[in-house]
């Protein structure tokens, strides 16, 4: 009798092309795939498989399958969506997540899944939504939180929220007390986010200029980095102002002034689709929930009363 695992198996082993990566995604070793695989074989008593080429592709009988595999896997998550017990979900889910997220709403995102799904593990990486991107597409990661959405075959996408990005500075440098334009602010050097990002590039275009002199633009891929920079009068910071609501209201930063419009990053939630989502999609919609709150609040009131007018000021103008 076919059982549902060795369905599964030959599902996986077909949307990633291989044993090893079905393995990887089932956690399981490539013989287990390789053993499972022959089982339904031997029941079906048809060959599903090609496995003379380096990537492993479906026969017609294998096409067929797939068909009613992907229906079983669909009604699998269906059942469990509707019936099952959410305490129940299991398993590992790989997370990749951008830095902004890091610093704003991600902890409180953590809780909520060890409180909502105390079997579901999460393995969790950062890095810059380029790479996130790469990675989600290569199936090295389940779901992406990144500058989006992601516009991909076979990609869906869930609107997070949107983080204003503020030009901040150090009351050392003495720049906010007045409204300053771009050539102001090009005698200093700025800091941003690592090259290849969205923000990088954009802060790039908006200094480049004719009549400004070259810009001296100090990337890092730490976000902690670009905010102790900017508190030590290194450089103008641009950077989302939510993640540095402590530094304003301590009055280590500043929010300046300026004759800049910065888009705001608007953050999404980004998944392969596949039968087999359920868990990416639950966790998806508790971060949207967390993300749409941290957002509400971003401007709220841990920032003083002259911090928060300058945000709104910012906000209209982007």
Sequence with gaps: ??????????LWVVTLGSFRGAGQR??????????RIAQLERE?????????NRIVSPTPSGRQLMVYAEKLISLRAEMMAEVGDRSAMRGVLRLGVAETIVHTWLSRLIKSVNTTHPNLSLEIEVDITPDLSARLLAQEID???????LSASGVRNRVLCDYPVGVLASPSLGLGNRALKVQDLAAFPIITFPRRSQPYETIQSLFNRP???PIRLHASASLATVIHMAVEGL??????????ENELASGRLQLLSTDLKIPPLTFSASWLESP?????ERVADLAAKIAQGSAAIADGPDVDAEQRTRHQKLVERI
């Design 1 to 10: 009798m076919v059982d549902f695992k060795s369905i599964e198996t030959f």
């Design 26 to 35: 089932l956690n399981t070793t490539q013989p287990a795939i390789s053993q």
């Design 44 to 52: 079906m008593g048809v060959k599903l498989l090609n496995r003379d």
């Design 143 to 149: 779901l992406a939180f990144l500058v989006g959405p």
């Design 211 to 213: 009549h400004l002199p």
């Design 235 to 244: 450089g103008i910071a641009v950077i989302p102002t939510a993640i540095v």
């Design 276 to 280: 087999d989502t359920l868990a990416v």
